[in-house]
């Protein structure tokens, strides 16, 4: 069966670039792009919603099915 | 799914005006969350604050709100929760505003078990007014106004709590995102004054000062001391050195609440006319 991949969105113009998402994602899937916060590698999401649950300034929206 | 926040928030007010890695922001989808999960109406909610960093976080929540004097947080709440006892009053504010300059209102909302939920965050510093020290800034950290090392011992704001009267009190940290808003909701749920601290990070008036490189190794620490409950029953007192236990710190539902002694008071006087 083929994995469903999540679609994980980041509102650049909410993120205040503090790393928290990319230090704390158990499967390294983001990365900061300059100041921002971007996704690096999709495929590896398990879709944990960690970096959702600790965006502290409600940057990032983890849109599953 | 994604959790939609934007229902319980203001249009228009993000981005929110705490630093980069403030816990703060954490500390309200917590609360959003919670009042989701209770399915509070947000025309019989109220969120109250006094003045500081964590005391914002009422401006950005579409709900009834208030945002009073310094420390005064606890006064004004008492106000609304007396005038209508129906609404949900929940109480925000940081370590100074509740514990040093609202210290007295703290306590006493504590003594009288007013059905009140009060957040704390603890980020062990006015951030706000220049990183002055708090009642809660560890013994030897540094702070603008102590700059050689903070010479006094903190408060336990969680043992403060209890030894004034609180009947419900618990624990929690920034760092444990998806445990606050279940002790919120537990908070909100219970009758009587409910005192929920949430340990805190502030990278730019704290952390710059007290040697934390980053917001990461703030939030590491904060992992660090945290030991729950149910786990420091089994730890020795050796163990427990240097740690902070998280959790359902007290319950307490035999206490009367003073609304409802208040409305027998009311019952009397008329009686008696």
């Known amino acids: 069966m ?64 | 799914m994604a959790f939609d926040y934007d229902k319980y928030l203001r249009p228009g007010k993000l981005p929110h005006i705490w630093c980069p890695g403030c816990g703060h922001g954490i500390v309200m989808k917590g609360l959003i969350r919670a009042m989701d999960t209770l399915n509070l109406k947000k025309e019989e909610t109220a969120v109250v604050s006094g003045i500081g960093c964590a005391s914002r976080l009422p401006g950005y929540i579409d709900c009834c709100t ?29 370590d100074g505003d509740g514990t040093a300059i609202g210290g007295n209102h703290f306590i006493h909302a504590c003594r009288r078990n007013i059905n009140m939920t009060y957040i704390i965050m603890n980020n062990y510093i006015y951030g706000m007014t220049g990183g002055q020290f708090s009642p809660c800034t560890p013994t030897g950290a540094k702070a603008s106004t102590t700059p050689y090392g903070n010479p006094d011992p903190g408060f336990d704001i969680a043992k403060l709590a209890i030894g004034a009267g609180a009947t419900f009190v618990a624990r929690g940290t920034a760092f444990h995102a998806n445990q606050i808003d279940k002790l919120i909701a537990e908070a909100i749920q219970h009758k009587g004054f409910s005192v929920v601290e949430i340990l805190d990070d502030c990278p730019t008036t704290y952390g710059r000062r007290n040697k934390y490189k980053s917001v990461i190794e703030m939030m590491n620490r904060l992992k660090e001391v945290a030991v729950p409950v149910k786990a420091a029953e089994k730890m020795t007192a050796e163990q427990l050195q240097g740690k902070v236990l998280t959790g359902v710190l007290y319950k307490d539902e035999t206490k009367p609440e003073y609304t409802a002694e208040y409305a027998k008071v009311i019952e009397r006087a008329t009686a008696a006319k």
């Open chain 2, 66 to 94: 208030l945002h009073t004097a310094h420390g005064r947080a606890a006064a004004f709440a008492t106000g609304v929760k007396m005038a209508k006892p129906e609404m949900n009053v929940i109480l925000v504010g940081g």
């Open chain 1, 2 to 65: 083929e994995k469903k991949l999540p679609k994980i969105e980041i509102i650049e113009k909410y993120c205040k670039g503090c790393h928290i998402c990319v230090e704390f994602c158990p499967k390294d899937v983001l990365e900061m792009k300059g100041f921002y916060a971007s996704v690096k590698n999709l495929e590896a999401c398990i879709k944990c919603m960690q970096c959702e649950l600790r965006c502290p300034d409600f940057a990032i929206k983890v849109i599953t099915e």
